[in-house]
């Protein structure tokens, strides 16, 4: 099911607006005011009766990619926060050569960032200078940030998530977004580590919250990776599941994943691309 609809401008996508258009939609009764170059005089001959052409309109799809540049996204090799910016890079090329209205929001510490909404491949250059003064690193709510950012995101849009998603208020975020009639890409850029942390061996380890210096200091044992990896599926299968149920989509990949692939691959196969 999808749930974004094209509501923006003039554009390539058909909506379900009637007016001025070239493919044909329906015929229904004239009314005082209507153009008359409408008229069908086919259906006037044949019925007696008046009635106008209509046509659907062609509009835009508004797409809103929301990056993630908390400090969190700064860890992996190479950093999810680079990783996560290529695919928005992408999506955002995607959109505008669909002749989509895209806008790139960059979360930092005092909220979000907006790049100016744009339109067409010839805007391309500027959408990749776009992400160059960008600073990622700094404390972020990023899960409050796109709650306050959907009371002007308009209804029925296309939205790319792109974060770590270790923020326990994204939750709330997605019910705003959702409650919005907006069609939500989840994507997970985890570091390699994050994913399988057997890299890092066995035995006493401190772990430090990278953006709130909270420390914990626990034990690496088989049982201890294995129940990792058990709730970090779950964890997934859980985000998949609750974003496919309201016409959206989830991917989790690796910051050393083969992006060209994802696009190629993974994306063409769920739809999200054609």
């Given amino acids: ?23 044909f939609a329906e015929h229904r009764p004239y009314r005082q005011g209507d153009d008359v170059r409408h008229l069908d005089p086919r259906v006037l ?16 799809l508004p797409v809103y990619i929301l990056l993630d540049g908390s400090k ?3 860890a992996g090799s190479p950093q999810k926060y680079a990783t996560a910016t290529q695919i928005a890079q992408l999506m955002g090329f995607v959109g505008l050569a669909a002749g989509d209205r895209v806008r790139i929001g960059f979360s930092g510490a005092s909220g979000f960032k907006w790049s100016q909404p744009m339109q067409g491949p010839a805007r391309a250059e500027q959408l990749f200078a776009w992400f160059n003064d960008l600073a990622p690193g700094g404390r972020a709510d990023f899960g409050g940030a796109i709650e306050r950012a959907a009371r002007d995101m308009g209804k029925a849009a296309y939205v790319v998530v792109l974060s770590d998603w270790w923020d326990e208020t994204i939750a709330h975020a997605l ?10 890409i989840g994507v997970q850029v985890a570091a390699p580590e994050e994913i399988a ?19 914990l200091e626990t034990t690496l044992d088989e049982t201890v990776l294995a129940d990792y990896r058990n709730a970090l599926a779950a964890f997934q299968a859980q985000l998949r599941q609750r974003l496919v149920s309201r016409g959206g989509r989830f991917f989790a990949l690796s910051s050393t994943a083969d992006i060209t692939r994802f696009f190629l691959r993974d994306l063409r196969a769920a739809g999200v691309l054609l």
Avoid: C, W
């Fill in 45 to 60: 001959a044949r019925l007696g009766e008046s009635y106008v052409r209509q046509y659907f309109v062609d509009r835009q």
């Fill in 72 to 74: 969190s996204m700064l």
């Fill in 175 to 184: 019910d705003r977004l959702e409650g919005n009639g907006h069609e939500v």
């Fill in 1 to 23: 099911m999808t749930r974004a609809a094209p509501s923006a401008g003039i554009g390539e996508r058909r909506s379900l607006s009637k007016g001025a258009g070239i493919e």
């Fill in 197 to 215: 942390p057997n890299a890092l061996g066995t035995g006493s380890v401190m772990m430090i919250d990278d953006e709130t210096g909270d420390e």
